[in-house]
């Protein structure tokens, strides 16, 4: 931007016209307005202050043999010739210096700033989510969502910006979101510590389709349905407890009840219904992004379909343009029955050859996928551990059902293991 400043002078001038004043005199109307200037000037005043350091940025190239203007005025980085000028911290000099970098990569949302359309937060919400996508993603369409982003910044505060911000950059790299999601399954984790003086901390870290399960149980022991009633004239007492009381309450509840059931150590229970929105190009795909119920963070329509699969999942189905289309069919989860049947037919373990995984800790799947009408019967269903369940989503594996019985097939690189029944003592003969 050739010249920052003229909305800055305009809001001084409109500022200055009020001063000087006495705030507790100022009707309530007249206190509004003028925390409204005052903000505006804050506005105009980062803008000018992110273009003085933008350009004092520009000047000091690091480079060898560059004529840097920090160096000349004594320091080694920008961030340490911001820190004497101003009097800023350390750590507010630099973050300064890194959001002027960051708005280099968005040229959109650097003349917003600049020209004190938005304010210095918006900005960062913005540029915070998109400037990775900057460096994948087609320049054009980083551009139409940047210029989505401005719009939305002028009318909506900074923490729901960074939401749909996003989301947004989310499906500019829908693969960034895929890789995120399998790293974040490597890294999951669940502990219980020690207990010490009559508690016990907990610790994890939860990929985003656990903790929607979680959330969505824990909610609902959060939130009882139902009323109490008690002797006419007498009123029920508040609930006393804290949300975080209400969970750790929950949790344990959901345990126990798990606990209380016979079988269910044998061969395991429903699951929770969670709602998962997506469009419905994507859904019928299989690629794109999906989002569970009271959470921002995008998973993979792929992972989205694995939990349709096992069960206990309702989509929300959405326009291209977000709008509502229509709530899905509910995923019915294999019963416990069924379950038990499919253990007499298959084996106590996971149906792939070699796998040896306890059919307690196995996922129903559907050979005939819910998306193609297949149905939750005991004749197309087979338990399948976690990790299996993705690689026949995915690939090697293959299953189907021949005579109400499940044949399995390994199929990669040129070499295939040919189709066999599950529970067989047949050798698998290769072939290429």
């Not at 050739?2 to 409109?14: M, N, P, R, Y």
């Not at 700033?113 to 937060?121: M, N, T």
């Not at 669940?190 to 207990?195: A, D, N, Y």
């Not at 007492?237 to 059931?261: E, M, S, W």
Request: aromatic residues 6%; glycine residues 8%; proline residues 5%.
């Amino acid at each position: 931007m050739e010249f920052v400043g003229q909305s800055a002078a305009l809001a001084l001038q409109g500022l200055s016209a009020m001063l000087p004043l006495r705030a507790c005199g100022l009707s309530d109307a007249q206190l509004v307005d003028f925390l409204g200037r005052v903000n505006e000037v804050k506005r105009q005043v980062e803008a000018l202050e992110l273009a003085g350091v933008a350009e004092l940025n520009r000047r000091s190239d690091a480079s060898p043999g560059a004529d840097s203007l920090a160096k000349r005025l004594g320091h080694k980085t920008t961030a340490q010739a911001v820190e004497a000028m101003t009097g800023a911290s350390g750590k507010s000099a630099r973050r300064l210096v890194a959001d002027v970098e960051d708005l280099a990569k968005l040229p959109v949302v650097e003349a917003a700033v600049l020209g004190g359309l938005i304010g210095r937060e918006s900005a960062q919400a913005i540029s915070s989510e998109l400037k990775s996508a900057a460096d994948a993603a087609a320049p054009s369409e980083v551009a139409t969502v940047e210029s989505e982003l401005v719009e939305l910044a002028v009318m909506m505060p900074a923490d729901r910006l960074r939401e749909v911000a996003h989301r947004r950059a989310a499906a500019l790299t829908p693969e960034v979101v895929e890789e995120r999601a399998r790293v974040a399954h490597e890294k999951r984790f669940f502990w219980i510590g020690k207990e010490e003086d009559g508690a016990a901390r907990v610790s994890g870290l939860l990929p985003v389709e656990y903790a929607a399960t979680l959330r969505t149980v824990l909610d609902g022991y959060a939130s009882p349905k139902r009323k109490v009633t008690f002797a006419e004239g007498q009123q029920a007492p508040a609930d006393p407890r804290t949300i975080g009381q209400k969970y750790a309450d929950g949790l344990r509840d959901v345990f126990a009840a798990h606990a209380r059931l016979a079988d269910t150590l044998e061969l395991g229970g429903d699951h929770p219904t969670v709602w998962v929105s997506t469009t419905e190009a994507e859904l019928a795909s299989g690629k794109g992004l999906a989002f569970f119920a009271g959470s921002a963070e995008p998973t993979s329509v792929q992972l989205a379909r694995k939990m349709v699969c096992s069960g206990g999942l309702q989509e929300v189905v959405l326009t291209e343009a977000g709008a509502f289309l229509r709530l899905g069919r509910t995923s019915r989860g294999f019963t416990r029955r069924q379950r038990r049947a499919m253990v007499a037919r298959d084996g106590a373990e996971c149906v792939i050859p070699g796998c040896h995984v306890p059919a307690y800790r196995t996922e129903a799947h559907h050979v005939l996928s819910w998306f193609q009408g297949g149905p939750t019967d005991v004749d197309n269903g087979v338990l399948l551990c976690p990790f299996h369940h993705d690689e026949v989503e995915k690939g090697p594996w293959q299953i189907r059902m021949i005579d109400g019985r499940p044949w399995v097939r390994w199929s990669y690189g040129g070499k295939i293991i040919d189709w066999q029944p599950v529970n067989s003592n047949t050798p698998i003969p290769l072939s290429s």
